[in-house]
């Protein structure tokens, strides 16, 4: 059985105004209104509202960072330095990404970190890393933010795996909801798997 362990780890939302997720995500306000936009680092808000929506890698990468003792950059600069190690790859208006292993490589070179891709991860497994002390960046389905009973994929969102239960994953969701599911949203395991697609990045200290 699963030994219930958590870990104190700061959120950080994709969005610079985390109570407003709620608006951004049902497009009723656009993220060049964010009214926190500058704190991204970005140099205008076109800028901001092209990457905050595709910045859930990046503000998981933020949380672990902090968690881990290390600096945390702003997002947008952030963004930057990911495209430059290759896990983004921006063409014109199309980002592919995150892709793991680049992504992996540039947070163990740049921060000293361990960093794993890891293209098949199980529940278990995830149980695993977290109990030893680490974090895991998951892909699941955006809709996990409502733990939606019938999600059109798996995958493509990223959250991080903060803590674990015998019963439940603890996530931090980037665009979760306020004082719903943003942070230490305990998801139940027998609804995970309609959202996550099995893989991920497992993040820790340098071994």
């Known amino acids: 059985m699963t030994v ?29 209104d964010d009214p926190l936009w500058e704190s991204s680092g970005a140099d205008t808000p076109e800028e901001y509202a092209f990457w905050a929506p595709r910045m859930c890698g990046m503000a ?16 947008v600069p952030l963004v930057r330095e990911a495209l430059t190690a290759g896990a983004y790859v921006r063409d014109g208006d199309q980002v592919q990404g995150l892709i793991y292993a680049p992504f992996a490589a ?31 960046l998951l892909s699941v389905h955006k809709s996990i933010r409502t733990l939606d009973p019938q999600p059109k994929a798996r995958g493509g969102h990223l959250v991080l795996a903060v803590g674990s239960g015998p019963d439940h994953l603890a996530i931090h969701n980037p665009s979760g909801f306020p004082e719903q599911s943003q942070q230490f949203h305990q998801v139940p395991k027998a609804d995970l798997g309609r959202f996550f697609a099995g893989r991920g990045v497992v993040l820790g200290r340098a071994q």
């Open 4 to 32: 219930a362990t958590t870990h104190h780890v700061p959120y950080f939302s994709q969005w610079e105004s985390a109570a407003l997720v709620p608006e951004f995500v049902s497009g009723t306000t656009a993220a060049a």
């Open 60 to 75: 998981c990468l933020r949380m672990a960072l902090g968690h881990f003792g290390q600096p945390v950059p702003p997002s």
């Open 106 to 136: 540039w947070v163990a070179s740049r921060w000293g970190l361990f960093a794993e891709a890891r293209p098949q991860l199980s529940v278990d497994q995830v149980d695993a890393e977290v109990s030893r002390g680490r974090l895991v």
